[in-house]
Structures are given as C-alpha cells and as structure tokens.
C-alpha cells in the first residue's frame, strides 16, 4: 500500500517554469511570506522580479527555477538556483515555497534535490538566506547538510533575514 506521500509524489511533477506559471507562484510566494508575518521589505515578497520569475531565470547565466505541479498541471510549489552576486563559485537556493496544503509530504525535499543537483554542475557552494522562525525549512536545510554561518555573505539582497546557511557541492 502507497503512503500518503508516494500517492501525492507520484501525481506530481518538477519541470522547468513557463511564462504561464509565473502569476501562480508569485501568489504562493507571497501568500507563503504573508502568513509568517514576513511581507515587509528585505524579503522575497519585494523582489522586482518575482511578477517574472520565468524571464528573470532565463536571464541569468546558470539559474534555473523549477516549478511542482500536480496532475492538473497546476504549479504548487517552486524552486530557484541563481548566481550569487559576483561570486562565480557560489550560487543561492531561492523562493523555495510550497502551497500550505501540500506541505508535509516531502515535496520540498524532492524540489531541493533538484535544485542541487543542477547547482553542483555550476557551482562550488550553495547559500541559503532565510529566517531563524521558519524551523521547518531551517531543519531541511541542516538535513541536507548546510552549514549556519554567523553573518550573511558580502552582497546579501535580504537584508530581514537573520538565518544563513552555506553548503559545499560536490
């Protein structure tokens, strides 16, 4: 008998996101930050691309964001990888948000696989900029085998987030 979680991951897909998608995840994204009290500036919520999440990755050498969708080819979730700042080596985990009632069911761990996987074809080390009251993603980061760092890296465009992680790919 499928567990809860093989019957949701087996109707749900990663694929790479299209303009189509771009509405859809800006709303999770928000609605995401808005119920954690983490709409105000500094955070993802005011991030000038997030209304085009599809043309800004597409621009970026070495970026890609992935979106999960269900059976109906709605977006639930989502995940980015992007260059971090002028640092070659280093790329960023970005926007990884998942509707509320798909949480709980391994699904962002599957967006993170895929997210790494493509990061360790570019890039030395992967940073994460977060907050220190969202336990839930902070413990799949350590699960993952990020490391918190002390201060954020020099170049930092969140600066509400109080939580930083760094990960060696290989």
Aim: a negative charge; charged letters at 25%.
């Amino acid at each position: 008998m499928l567990s809860n979680w093989e019957v949701y991951w087996f109707i749900m897909q990663i694929r790479e996101i299209e303009a189509k998608d771009n509405k859809t995840i800006e709303q999770i994204i928000k609605r995401s930050l808005e119920s954690c009290d983490l709409n105000i500036p500094g955070t993802a919520y005011f991030d000038p691309q997030l209304s085009n999440l599809t043309q800004y990755y597409n621009l970026l050498p070495n970026a890609k964001y992935w979106v999960l969708v269900n059976d109906r080819d709605e977006v639930v979730g989502g995940v980015g990888i992007g260059p971090f700042g002028e640092k070659k080596e280093i790329c960023e985990l970005q926007k990884l948000y998942i509707k509320r009632e798909y949480q709980g069911f391994g699904l962002s761990k599957k967006l993170m696989e895929e997210a790494l996987n493509f990061a360790k074809e570019h890039y030395t080390y992967c940073y994460i900029e977060t907050m220190n009251q969202l336990q839930t993603a902070n413990q799949l980061y350590i699960k993952f085998n990020f490391k918190q760092l002390t201060n954020p890296l020099e170049g930092s465009e969140h600066n509400a987030m109080d939580t930083w992680f760094i990960k060696e790919l290989s």
